[in-house]
């Protein structure tokens, strides 16, 4: 049971994760490569705060979110000179520059040894100490999340983030300042990612930089792709397809001595099989 619980947990911080990606890349078009940077100055900020201060959980990861949307504007204004595949490059670059932060940031985030000792959140006296406890916190914010992305979506903002996406010059003739819109939606989308880096940090009561690699944002790009562009249900479904996908492979028969490298190599096949035949997702309504 502790172990579905803990898996139901990794399914909703990485909904969270597709949520806020599906955000950037499906309804505005840009590709970005950078979301476990965010995902990951969420979580350090907030397990800075905990250990260091003892600061309540919720405020860290109030102020997790305002540091990450700082951190962010800055980094959406850079990209911003960029388009296509430069901006996916770009995003590519300062994900390494963030690592390299959090890697060698000795001081602050004490490097590869990482942060021990987090604490699990406490809200008017209860502490989310059981797993089943934090499995419906991880669940509230994910559906709050979830409600905020469908406002956006469904919302005139929304509407002109998915018109940049089809044309940004023809958007632009009726007097909107794209740069703007698209600061804006990347700005939330890093907040959003920043609050499943909290959750994540909290969760696991360590965190150290090998969690917010390059690879990490390319696994969230996966789920957002797999699931389906521009549709927050998909988004959801790929982070739950993507997380038990490998597990479900740990109960396949492959000898021992190679069970590890056949999974992967499944794993992977499946997932060309999928992109072959379904190239806009599961649930998508936008091909990249």
Not at 130 to 155: A, C, G, H, K, Q
Not at 167 to 175: K, L
Request: with cysteine.
């Amino acid at each position: 049971m502790e172990y579905l619980i803990h898996i139901a947990i990794l399914i909703s911080i990485y909904a969270i994760l597709g949520l806020s990606l599906n955000l950037v890349i499906g309804y505005t078009g840009l590709l970005s490569i950078t979301q476990a940077a965010f995902y990951g100055i969420g979580g350090y900020v907030t397990a800075i705060l905990l250990t260091s201060t003892g600061m309540n959980f919720f405020l860290a990861l109030i102020i997790g979110m305002i540091i990450t949307g700082i951190c962010s504007l800055v980094i959406g204004f850079v990209l911003s000179k960029f388009n296509d595949d430069y901006y996916a490059l770009g995003s590519f670059g300062f994900n390494v520059i963030i690592y390299s932060i959090f890697l060698n940031w000795q001081s602050l985030t004490r490097g590869p040894l990482g942060i021990p000792g987090i604490p699990r959140p406490s809200l008017f006296g209860f502490t989310f100490s059981e797993n089943f406890s934090f499995l419906i916190l991880s669940l509230v914010f994910l559906v709050i999340i979830y409600y905020i992305s469908r406002f956006i979506t469904t919302s005139s903002f929304g509407r002109v983030l998915k018109a940049i996406r089809e044309d940004e010059e023809a958007i632009s003739v009726f007097g909107y300042h794209t740069l703007w819109f698209k600061l804006a939606i990347f700005v939330v989308s890093a907040m959003m990612a920043a609050v499943a880096g909290s959750l994540f940090a909290s969760y696991i009561t360590f965190i150290d930089p090998s969690s917010f690699t390059l690879t990490e944002s390319i696994f969230i790009l996966a789920i957002v792709i797999l699931g389906g562009l521009a549709n927050n249900k998909g988004a959801m479904l790929g982070a739950v397809c993507l997380i038990l996908l490998p597990e479900i492979l740990r109960f396949v028969g492959f000898p021992d001595d190679i069970a590890a490298q056949m999974r992967q190599v499944t794993y992977g096949v499946i997932l060309i099989v999928l992109m072959m035949y379904r190239p806009q997702g599961l649930i998508g309504e936008y091909r990249l």
